[in-house]
């Protein structure tokens, strides 16, 4: 009993002594009930959403904050209330945004509505996002909001704002490549995005259309305004570097081939292709020095007013501006949010830089956009961010460190260490989120940002500054050719590092403990102040060690029957119609990391094929792939596991496991893990997704009817869906018609946030 209280006072005195960073675990607790509603396998009901935090409030007013000795039973109360306010936000925010998403492939469907936004693509054509009035002959309670569809040619005619109608092939925003991946389902109902597509024709104007929306209207000048930019930069700086320098201006990367998006990624300086903390602070703080510098110059005006806080107001501006050409991503947001109140500070007389405005940045984005908690970019730059104030507020507390910047002999060497020190805090605190998400580590971080970073701040940004404030007089050609001298060398050293031998290491997917362990050790480890800080290392180290540990699918199924990998003999991957389905391989790969290579996978050499289908073996099991009826019946007869993108008929019982089109479809990707002992275990995408608004199942079929379609195939009376037969939603499959683009676009998969 006396070691109990001894504990008890010994976690009183620590949280007296951290007191006044309580507040800053404010968003941890937030995002902790938003998680756990991301996390529920099915949608509660807004009822059950909003009474625990009603009952938490109701119970804090009744019971006060209460004195020192009630100090743990008070921040436990505080914790409840931010976590079960977070959940029921995130529970609030998902009905708001609520709004049809396609259930069916729909082909050639006339699409009728007002253009949202004007997306160029790199290799060709145009990604437009069209807010709909009408889809063919769908009912209004059955209508996406808005639409995707990616274009076979550019109309540079087309801005945002306009009324169009085109003929597009729909289908509802794709499903994850396995179970636990990026779900972009989930993303697109955030954006109110009910369905994808593509178009051979050529969009035209719709004379029968009415007025847009207010609020489209509106948006539409800020639309047409970043086209403008986009265009004036193109006609000085034609090609890739204009593209660069148009996604560091407005943040439209559509026009940044893959090559140079991967380079830049391999190389660690992914960073800055799109606007961040680095270009957000840049930009702003240029602004300030210069409004301050201008009017220093004006003693009748330096001598008698606040010209700081006159420049910082102006910055805020600045700010607020740059985030309206931007796009406005989640990492965007963050930024024009943290300059705004270190800005702010600055007006008050406060301390600018500091883990404060952090923590309020943080606060005030998941209070208003729950789902950004689920954003990579959310996640990477506030952790890149977080870490390296952190790091800043240590250091301006030492003396040490106070003497030497003071030293003016000290400040070029303190700069390029900055630069070393601030790319290996930003990395090692991005790390968990690479290997996470992406599954990738880049090794010569370091080496690209000492010698990109300084261009970044000394010539790109400045010059791009330099460049929006001429545009309007028609002066930016000189500014944008400054600029285009940056980007040409950073595009140079992102090649060059990124072609060095082992600049990037694959990682194999890592369990979802070991990643919220990790994340849980650095927020311990940045948040607090005393020693005991230093237990986020265990925590982290813990989630390090248990990074191995997720155990790999030995066999995966694609989302609509049509790919199929098996584990070889040294245990990489190897898949049938990887060529088809490339896209959905390339997922599966990555999250394989350096177990499996892309180019020997998709040779398929672990699997014997005919003229009707395919046959492996994993474990001792045989596995047949089906791809005609008329193999149907003796892979029923002698395969243990059976996958077809066909319907198998009800009578097929002697296999251990059947996966056909309708499963296939119904319940999406399938990852099968065997056992020594020959048992078999499946998890679906549908099951991880649960029954959520975003990853409602296609309406079924009648039984019956399903029954009669099996059958036929069994006597091969008809073909199954792969020979052009009828899918589980009444629409033609996919795969019949070999037109079906890769889902969603891919590059919707290529995330790439930024680390500032």
Not at 244 to 266: K, P, Q, V, Y
Not at 450 to 460: K, R, S
């Amino acid at each position: 009993m006396a070691h109990g209280r001894g504990l008890h006072a010994a976690l009183l005195r620590r949280l007296e002594a951290e007191q006044e960073r309580c507040f800053y675990w404010l968003p941890v607790m937030i995002g902790l009930g938003i998680g756990i509603y991301f996390a529920l396998p099915a949608e509660p009901s807004l009822l059950t959403a909003l009474v625990p935090f009603l009952c938490v409030a109701a119970w804090r007013m009744a019971t006060g904050s209460g004195s020192p000795r009630g100090l743990i039973s008070a921040l436990v109360l505080a914790a409840l209330t931010a976590a079960t306010l977070g959940f029921g936000l995130a529970k609030l925010r998902t009905e708001y945004v609520r709004a049809p998403v396609l259930t069916k492939q729909m082909g050639a469907a006339e699409v009728r509505g007002w253009l949202e936004l004007v997306e160029p693509r790199a290799q060709r054509g145009q990604r437009l996002t069209v807010r709909i009035a009408s889809i063919g002959n769908l009912a209004p309670d059955r209508r996406p909001q808005r639409v995707r569809i990616t274009t076979t040619r550019a109309v540079p005619e087309l801005k945002p704002g306009m009324p169009i109608r085109v003929r597009a092939s729909l289908m509802p925003p794709s499903s994850p490549a396995l179970p636990g991946d990026y779900d972009f389902g989930r993303q697109a109902w955030f954006k109110q995005l009910g369905a994808v597509g593509y178009t051979f024709s050529v969009p035209r104007v719709d004379d029968e259309a009415g007025e847009a929306p207010l609020d489209l209207r509106l948006w539409s000048y800020v639309e047409r305004v970043r086209q403008v930019i986009g265009d004036r930069i193109s006609a000085v700086l034609p090609g890739e570097t204009g593209a660069m320098a148009t996604a560091l201006l407005t943040g439209e990367r559509g026009g940044i081939s893959n090559a140079t998006n991967d380079a830049f990624r391999d190389s660690g300086l992914v960073h800055l292709l799109s606007i961040s903390g680095f270009h957000m602070a840049v930009m702003a703080g240029s602004v300030f020095l210069a409004v301050r510098f201008l009017l220093a110059l004006l003693p009748a005006i330096a001598l008698r007013y606040p010209i700081k806080k006159w420049a910082a107001g102006i910055a805020m501006l600045a700010a607020f501006g740059y985030l309206l050409i931007s796009g406005g991503a989640f990492a965007t947001v963050r930024s024009a949010i943290m300059v705004a109140i270190m800005f702010f500070a600055v007006m008050l007389d406060r301390p600018a830089l500091a883990l404060r405005n952090v923590i309020l940045a943080a606060t005030i984005i998941l209070v208003i956009f729950p789902e950004s908690l689920l954003d990579v970019g959310f996640q990477m730059s506030f952790a890149a961010v977080l870490a390296l104030v952190s790091l800043y507020e240590a250091l301006r507390e030492r003396p040490t460190w106070i003497a030497l910047s003071e030293r003016s002999y000290m400040r070029l060497a303190m700069f390029f260490g900055g630069i070393v020190l601030t790319t290996l805090i930003a990395s090692a605190a991005v790390a968990p989120f690479g290997a996470y998400h992406f599954h990738t580590s880049q090794q010569y971080a370091v080496l690209a940002n000492l010698i990109a970073l300084p261009i970044c701040n000394i010539v790109v940004m400045p010059a791009a500054l330099v460049a929006l404030v001429a545009m309007p007089l028609g002066l930016e050609s000189w500014p944008l050719i400054v600029m285009g001298w940056g980007i040409d060398v950073t595009v140079w050293v992102a090649y060059r590092v990124a072609e060095l031998p082992g600049a990037v290491v694959n990682v194999p997917a890592i369990p979802s403990y070991a990643f919220l362990l990790m994340v849980a050790g650095g927020l311990w480890l940045m948040l607090w102040r005393t020693r005991w800080r230093i237990g986020g290392l265990v925590l982290a180290a813990i989630g390090v060690a248990l990074a191995p540990t997720l155990r790999t699918p030995d066999m995966l199924v694609g989302r609509d029957g049509a790919i199929v990998a098996v584990r070889d003999k040294d245990g990489a991957l190897s898949a049938l119609g990887g060529k088809r389905a490339g896209f959905e391989l390339e997922r599966w790969v990555e999250h394989d990391g350096w177990k499996s290579d892309l180019e020997q996978a998709v040779k398929g050499e672990a699997f014997r094929c005919d003229g009707v289908g395919c046959t492996a073996s994993y474990a001792g099991l045989s596995i047949a792939v089906a791809r005609h009826p008329a193999a149907v019946a003796e892979d029923c007869r002698r395969a243990e596991i059976l996958v077809s993108p066909l319907v198998i008929p009800r009578s097929c019982t002697q296999p251990k496991a059947v996966i056909d089109f309708f499963a296939a479809r119904r319940h999406g990707a399938h990852a099968v893990y065997i056992g020594r002992d020959g048992t078999i275990e499946i998890e679906t995408v549908a099951a991880a997704r649960g029954e959520r608004p975003w990853s409602m199942p296609p309406p079924r079929r009648a039984a019956s009817a399903a029954a009669a379609v099996g059958d036929a195939l069994a006597s091969g009376a008809i073909a199954g869906p792969a020979s052009g037969g009828l899918a589980d939603d009444g629409a033609s499959s996919p795969t019949a018609t070999g037109t079906n683009p890769t889902p969603d676009d891919a590059s919707e998969l290529m995330i790439t946030p930024d680390r500032n």
